[in-house]
């Protein structure tokens, strides 16, 4: 759902246009935020809302914000992650033919319905709640949308090594609910979209995506990977992350931690990716 960026691109130009480059390699995106809480072992920074770039398109007829989004200091790229937005769906949206190619495009549905075209399928897909589906856009692709009123969704664009990837063929896959068997443990439901134990394989390295549900106020810790970086997305719910209050489509970005604590009931949508890559992303 490219529709989510501000943007409608051919080819390399999008990528010279839109990414800017200026500088952005020399800042450390997780040195740019108010709420931050640090120590020796780990940084959290915390991205309410009304931080994030916030944009309606349409109209009005689609809303977004964007915890991570190159244009905007504090939410800069980072890792293989170059873009993260949040869309609601006010009424019904058609997003016409167009063009990407390099990264690695992926929409989760959380409510809705998606219509999908593209190029290399050359059939309209319909997507249902729950369902995601991966566009690896490689040496080129292009595809096109129709969203329901009512729709909720994120898109989330991957660096998979640009320079590379667009040496490959493109692709489209979709994967549905159903596909996903969610693990239940001490009153957590985790659903893992990418990484070990799914159906759905990235191009991405080392990457990981998941959903945890905490059906009742729940007082624990997540543990994470010291070398890796993630970010959090609140989805639904409220709570507490690192001693800070969190809520609806807040966002957390953390690295160098081996833990997360958490006093929760709602949904957490998280994404990890290695903190160092052993390539150049595109923008820096």
């Known amino acids: 759902m490219s529709g ?107 409510e809705g319905t998606i219509e999908h075209y593209d190029t290399e399928t050359r059939v309209w897909t319909p997507l249902n709640a729950g369902d995601f589906q991966i566009i690896q856009s490689n040496s080129g692709i292009q595809h096109q949308e129709k969203i329901t009123e009512g729709s909720r969704a994120f898109q989330i664009w991957f660096d998979p090594n640009f320079y590379e990837a667009v040496k490959q063929t493109p692709s489209y896959l979709d994967f549905h609910s159903k596909n996903f068997q969610p693990i239940q443990e001490n009153g957590i439901t985790t659903l893992t979209y990418v990484g070990k134990g799914s159906v759905a394989k990235a191009l991405t390295p080392n990457l990981t995506i998941k959903k945890l549900t905490f059906e009742k106020q729940t007082k624990t810790n997540i543990e994470l990977d010291e070398t890796m970086s993630y970010t959090f997305y609140v989805l639904n719910g409220k709570g507490l992350a690192d001693s800070q209050v969190i809520e609806k489509d807040d966002a957390l970005r953390i690295s160098n931690a081996t833990k997360l604590d958490i006093d929760f009931q709602g949904e957490l949508f998280f994404i990890e990716t290695p903190t160092t890559l052993n390539y150049k992303p595109i923008w820096t």
Request: aromatic fraction near 18%; glycine fraction near 8%; charged fraction near 20%.
């Open 4 to 110: 989510f960026i501000p943007f409608f691109n051919k080819r390399r130009v999008f990528i010279q246009q839109s990414l800017g480059l200026f500088a952005l390699g020399a800042i450390n995106p997780f040195k740019l935020f108010a709420n931050t809480n640090t120590n020796e072992k780990n940084m959290v920074q915390l991205i309410r809302k009304s931080e994030q770039f916030n944009d309606v398109i349409f109209g009005g007829r689609f809303q977004v914000n964007k915890p991570v989004y190159n244009g905007k200091t504090n939410v800069k790229p980072y890792s293989s992650l170059f873009y993260w937005s949040n869309g609601y769906v006010n009424d019904r949206c058609e997003f016409g033919l167009h063009p990407h190619e390099g990264f690695e495009i992926m929409t989760f549905l959380f």
